[in-house]
């Protein structure tokens, strides 16, 4: 189950995201995993 959340990024960062295609949920989610497997 997923849980949708909303965020904000700054119009360089959305023009960016659009120009290389960039999926940014799985982006997120692979950085948060990433992040929690570091904490003890």
Avoid: C, G
Avoid at 7 to 32: G, M, P
Wanted: charged share 40%; no cysteine; proline share 2%.
């Amino acid at each position: 189950m997923a849980t949708r959340k909303n965020i904000s990024i700054r119009d360089d960062q959305a023009e960016w995201v659009e120009e290389n295609h960039l999926n940014l949920s799985s982006f997120v989610q692979e950085k948060l995993d990433e992040l929690i497997e570091e904490r003890p």
